[in-house]
């Protein structure tokens, strides 16, 4: 999911003001400043506002912050439970319960503005894999290294040498 013009949902802490943009001047008002309400775009401290007016929202329909990354959060419900992830405006779900992830998507967009994305495939070069008959969920980087290698003219280069076997396969007996 997506927050539309995110961080003009944070509040300003302090009195900001700024000249009127051009274009919406008032006439015979034009010394006039601009009280600042709300956080905009291009403001030191947007991010700051955003990420916290974000969290007290959040918490307020019980989910919990991780103390580890505080990006993610999570809320349980009986044997349900969902977790969310937020990098700077997009957010992530994942839960074992599609009805609790819907209900979330719902009240989400009755506190912020959202555009629901679909399936997530990709976020931050990381693709995002599933296959469902199997109950599996993985991520991989290589389209983000094959870009890179691209852009450096690397791509034809010979593998190197690993610190760690080649191919080594993970099964969930290992856990």
């Known amino acids: 999911m997506d927050v539309k013009t995110a961080f003009l949902n944070g509040f300003v802490e302090e009195d900001i003001f700024m000249d009127q943009s051009e274009g919406f001047t008032v006439v015979g008002e034009e010394q006039k400043v601009c009280h600042l309400q709300r956080s905009i775009y291009g403001l030191k401290q947007a991010s700051r506002s955003w990420n916290t007016r974000f969290d007290e929202v959040i918490r307020g329909y019980d989910f919990i912050k991780n103390d580890y990354d505080p990006c993610v959060?999570?809320?349980?419900?009986?044997?349900?439970?969902?977790y969310l992830v937020l990098y700077v405006?997009?957010?992530?779900?994942?839960?074992?319960?599609?009805?609790?992830?819907?209900d979330i998507k719902v009240w989400l967009s009755t506190q912020f503005s959202m555009k629901d994305m679909g399936e997530a495939s990709y976020i931050l070069g990381i693709?995002?894999?599933?296959?469902?008959?199997?109950?599996?969920?993985g991520l991989t980087q290589s389209s983000y290294i094959e870009k890179v290698l691209k852009r450096f003219k690397m791509e034809?280069?010979?593998?190197?040498?690993?610190?760690m076997r080649h191919g080594i396969k993970l099964s969930k007996k290992q856990s």
């Open 127 to 137: 693709k995002i894999y599933r296959d469902r008959s199997r109950r599996l969920l």
């Open 156 to 163: 034809h280069s010979k593998r190197g040498l690993l610190p």
């Open 73 to 82: 959060y999570k809320k349980i419900s009986g044997s349900l439970i969902a």
């Open 89 to 102: 405006d997009d957010i992530l779900l994942i839960g074992n319960d599609v009805k609790m992830l819907g």
